[in-house]
Each structure stands twice: as structure tokens, then as C-alpha cells.
């Protein structure tokens, strides 16, 4: 098995975008000026993504199709990018967790699990959130209350306690805020 950690320093903010096939991914936010991946110990490279500077924008892809087949070993890719960050992301199937403090957040996932723990989630703008099948779950682990502007089953829309919007919304499944 292979340690896998890749870093890459940014001199300025950038725009990070995402575009992951499948797997479980952890996202975070840090406060120095970096963007990196930590995929552990694995033995199949292949699913683990690339970062690259794209000029106007930092890119994290670049996973083979294997990553679609049943691994023998679970493979959590951990990325951190700089806390402020606007973060586009698009994730065809897998789990995906989202922790940290960001500008903007846009969330495109075919489908899988979103999860997002609002105690430890901070946004200044906007989080954009779409789903289309499976569940959406936003853990309130804080005792501070969520403002909520309106929920359906399928679709949440809440302020954040950081003063951010987040707008969730799923076509097969549920958005669950616990």
C-alpha cells in the first residue's frame, strides 16, 4: 500500500472546482494559503484525484473509471482548501461530508449521501445544493437554531447561524436536518 498526499500552495484565492466519479469524500477548510488531498494508505491510485492549477481556478479531478468498481479497501479522499474559499463541486456517486468556512458553495451530486454538520459549517454567501437521489442530511450538533425560511420533504431552505443561505434540494430521497 501507498501513502497518498498530495499539496499544492495558492498565492491568491481562486475559484476550487471539483469533479469527482465516486468514492467517500471529506471535505474541509483550513487557514493557509494551500489546497490539499490526503487519500491514506491505498493501493488502487486510480481512484484517488488530481489537483491542478487551471489559471483562473484550482481543478481536483482526474479519477479513473475504476473507481466505480467494488473496492476491497475503503478509501476516504480528505481535501482541504483555504477557509473563504468558493468551492463548485460535482460528485456523480459516493458520500460526501462538508465541514469548514466557505464564501459560496455549489453542489452537484447524481447520487449518494450529502452530509453536513451546521455546528461545524460556516458560509457568507450562498450554498446551492442539488441531489438527485438519495439523502441529504444536515446535523445540527450546536444549540443554536437554525432559521428556517421553508422545507418540503424534498428542498430546505435555511440561513445559516454565520448569516449564509443554504438551498437544498433532491428529485428521489429526503433532506433531513436533525
Do not use: C, W
Not at 468551492?87 to 464564501?103: H, K, P, Q, R
Not at 432559521?147 to 454565520?162: A, D
Amino acid at each position: 500500500m501507498k501513502a497518498f498526499q498530495q499539496k499544492f500552495e495558492i498565492s491568491h484565492s481562486k475559484p476550487i472546482e471539483i469533479n469527482l466519479l465516486g468514492g467517500t469524500f471529506e471535505i474541509n477548510t483550513h487557514d493557509i494559503s494551500t489546497v490539499e488531498l490526503d487519500a491514506g494508505q491505498s493501493r488502487d491510485l486510480a481512484i484517488v484525484p488530481e489537483i491542478k492549477d487551471a489559471g483562473d481556478r484550482i481543478t481536483i479531478s482526474g479519477q479513473s473509471f475504476t473507481s466505480f468498481l467494488p473496492q476491497n479497501e475503503k478509501v476516504v479522499v480528505k481535501l482541504k482548501v483555504p477557509a473563504g474559499s468558493k468551492v463548485y463541486i460535482e460528485l456523480t456517486g459516493g458520500v460526501f461530508s462538508l465541514t469548514g468556512d466557505y464564501s459560496d458553495v455549489s453542489l452537484q451530486v447524481s447520487a449518494g449521501t450529502i452530509k453536513i454538520d451546521l455546528a461545524l459549517f460556516s458560509l457568507k454567501n450562498l450554498a446551492d445544493i442539488n441531489l438527485l437521489a438519495g439523502d441529504i442530511r444536515f446535523y445540527n450538533s450546536s444549540i443554536l437554531p437554525i432559521q428556517i425560511e421553508k422545507q418540503t420533504g424534498r428542498q430546505i431552505r435555511f440561513k445559516t447561524n454565520s448569516g449564509g443561505t443554504v438551498l437544498a434540494k433532491v428529485s428521489l430521497g429526503e433532506v433531513k436536518l436533525k
